[in-house]
Nanobody, 121 residues
Framework: QVQLVESGGGLVQAGGSLTLSCAASGSISSINGMGWYRQAPGKQRELVAKITPGGYTNYADSAKGRFTISRDNAKSTVYLQMNSLKPEDTAVYYC???????????????WGQGTQGTVSS
């Protein structure tokens, strides 16, 4: 069974930090892009950051300078280091990955179950 399992959410005060992790598991040949999205109450899901297998990154304007995305290809894991957190960063954070499987052609998009990040003022 293929899964993206997230960890690292929690409650932090404004100005603090959180580190999220997401590990892909199952019969996967390779992973293309990996990323993090978030959804705040009453808002649409939005991109936070993405990273290619080679390490090229793309950030939402709200994340630039405060968040850092990285990945460990050997562990099929993507990380999101979030610093200088603000109350408006409060959201459910979702891991996203484009997966390639050994028995079928194509690239398939998978999502994690989400992890709550709450920033208190």
């Amino acid at each position: 069974q293929v899964q993206l399992v997230e960890s690292g959410g929690g409650l932090v005060q404004a100005g603090g930090s959180l580190t999220l992790s997401c590990a892909a598991s199952g019969s996967i040949s390779s992973i293309n892009g990996m990323g993090w999205y978030r959804q705040a109450p009453g808002k649409q899901r939005e991109l936070v950051a993405k990273i290619t297998p080679g390490g090229y990154t793309n950030y939402a304007d709200s994340a630039k300078g405060r968040f850092t995305i990285s990945r460990d290809n050997a562990k099929s894991t993507v990380y999101l280091q979030m610093n200088s957190l603000k109350p408006e960063d409060t959201a459910v954070y979702y891991c996203n990955a484009d997966l390639i499987f050994p028995v079928v052609t194509g690239v398939y998009e998978y999502w994690g179950q989400g992890t709550q990040g709450t920033v208190s003022s």
